[in-house]
C-alpha cells in the first residue's frame, strides 16, 4: 500500500468500497475471512492486518453500526503473510514507511487539502479533510502513521 492509495482513501472516503456504512459482513466479503477479533458487550473490532474496523450497537440492538475504519500505516513489523490477502490483490503490501509530504503533494494535485488540527497525542500531528470525516496523524519522522475513516468528525471539528 502506497501514498497513491492513501491519496484515494481519503480523496474518497473509502477503503475496497467500504466506508463508515459497512456491517462485520461487508468488511468480511471485501477485505476476506482472516482477521482478528475483539468482541465486547457492544463493541467489535476487527483486524484485517493493518486495516481494523470498530462498531459499535445500541443495547438490545442486533445491528451493528461502523465507528470507524483506520489503516494503521505505522505497524512496520507486519509481513505479508499478516496483511489481507484482498489488501495486498488490490494495493500491494502495506509498506514500511510512508512520506506525509508525498501524501500531500498527491492530494494537492488532485485538489484535496488537509488541514492540521489539535492532536490529542502529543508524539503525532493530527489533520482532517475539511468536510468529511477523514483524519490524518503523522508521527515526529514526517511519515503516515494512521489514516482514520470516523463516523463522526475530530473532536472540535464540524465536517
Keep these: 500500500m502506497s501514498a497513491t492509495v492513501l491519496a484515494e482513501v481519503i480523496a474518497g472516503g473509502a ?3 467500504l466506508d463508515c456504512s459497512c456491517s ?3 468488511a468480511a466479503a ?3 475471512d482472516c482477521y482478528a477479533e475483539n468482541r465486547l458487550r457492544r463493541r467489535l473490532g476487527r483486524d484485517f492486518g493493518g486495516v481494523e474496523i470498530w462498531w459499535d450497537r445500541l443495547k438490545g440492538s442486533p445491528d451493528w453500526t461502523c465507528c470507524y475504519i483506520t489503516i494503521e500505516c505505522h505497524r512496520h513489523w507486519l509481513t ?3 496483511q489481507s490477502p484482498a489488501l495486498i490483490a488490490a494495493y500491494g503490501p502495506l509498506r514500511p514507511r510512508i512520506s506525509f509530504t508525498d501524501l500531500e503533494a498527491l492530494l494537492a494535485t488532485d485538489g484535496v487539502a488537509l488541514v492540521e488540527a489539535r492532536a490529542e497525542d502529543p ?3 493530527q489533520f482532517w479533510r475539511p468536510g468529511s470525516t477523514v483524519q490524518v496523524s503523522v508521527d515526529q519522522r514526517g511519515d503516515v502513521y ?3 475513516l470516523a463516523r463522526v468528525p475530530p473532536h472540535g471539528i464540524t465536517a
Design 15 to 17: 477503503l475496497l468500497g
Design 24 to 26: 462485520p459482513d461487508d
Design 30 to 32: 471485501r477485505l476476506g
Design 80 to 82: 505479508v503473510a499478516d
Design 123 to 125: 508524539e503525532l500531528r
Design 146 to 148: 494512521r489514516v482514520l
